[in-house]
């Protein structure tokens, strides 16, 4: 059934509005002025939303990024506690090391392929999760909206919004200028950073990279990220071993795009002053991005 609505759609839209196909005719949204989505209902069921807007600078103390990368085996967890923190995607899996406030998910790949850690991350009641409507969907197909029982509020890749036409870099650099805090970096509209993610975030190939203008939006001064390593990129994540992978594409997209935009993202912060420590000694991102220590060091 869900092949037939999508191939309704196909023949319904214009190709620029492909990216909705999974999510017509079930999914129905709402929008706030500032143009973040506040409110759903997914096949006639209203969802409740976290307001977007009352989490604007909310986050007045220091926050880590938990990331998954190999570096996260050698990090002193009980220092590490001491900071409250956002994880991505498999990072959960240090939950009773690790008290986590937010949460982030935007990878598809790892709805299907990881459902044994999403499932234990929506039974977190004292969780705000980040997620794509298109993860929240999937989530909702296979295991129910009743299964959901953290606070959710929705994040959108600023050039694919819900039930809004693609746009092009291009366009989205004639226009940059009219967004409150979106950044593009000078001579390349394919790096930027948003500092307003209502009007969406910007996209570097990597969910630390949300994660980053997440932690900015939240008003965090002070953020600290582990597990962005960047190294090795066929190494199994922290929790993974040799024979359970899951693959990336962050080898092919390291130099051209995401070191660029962490880079660009780092004059950000500097002229915020936002101090961003790399807590992973190895990782490709060098000092001249963000400053590396130890937890020693804090």
Not at 24 to 29: A, C, G, L, T
Not at 132 to 149: A, E, Q, R, V
């Amino acid at each position: 059934m869900r092949s037939i609505w999508k191939q309704i759609y196909r023949y319904t839209h214009p190709r620029s509005y492909r990216h909705n196909e999974n999510l017509w005719p079930h999914v129905r949204i709402g929008r706030a002025p500032e143009g973040h989505i506040n409110s759903l209902d997914w096949k006639g069921r209203k969802i409740v939303l976290e307001d977007l807007s009352a989490l604007h600078a909310s986050h007045q103390d220091s926050l880590v990024i938990i990331a998954t990368g190999p570096s996260v085996k050698i990090l002193d967890l009980k220092k590490l506690a001491h900071f409250k923190a956002l994880g991505v995607n498999g990072a959960y899996y240090l939950c009773d090391s690790i008290k986590f406030y937010y949460y982030v998910i935007i990878d598809r790949d790892f709805v299907k392929y990881r459902h044994e850690v999403v499932h234990r991350i929506i039974q977190d009641q004292n969780l705000i999760l980040f997620i794509t409507i298109h993860c929240l969907n999937d989530i909702f197909i296979t295991m129910g909206c009743d299964t959901i029982k953290c606070r959710i509020t929705i994040v959108e890749d600023i050039r694919y919004k819900v039930f809004q036409a693609h746009v092009t870099l291009a366009n989205y650099a004639k226009k940059s200028h009219l967004l409150s805090g979106m950044s593009l970096a000078p001579g390349n509209n394919n790096i930027g950073f948003c500092q307003d993610i209502r009007q969406g975030v910007i996209d570097a190939a990597t969910v630390s990279y949300w994660a980053l203008q997440i932690a900015y939006y939240l008003g965090a001064r002070t953020i600290f990220i582990a597990g962005v390593d960047m190294t090795n990129f066929s190494a199994p994540r922290f929790y993974e071993n040799e024979t359970d992978i899951m693959q990336n594409s962050l080898e092919s997209s390291f130099q051209s795009l995401i070191k660029p935009s962490f880079l660009h993202s780092s004059r950000i912060m500097q002229k915020e002053n936002v101090v961003v420590y790399n807590l992973s000694p190895n990782s490709a991102l060098g000092s001249e991005i963000f400053k590396k220590i130890l937890l020693n060091d804090t």
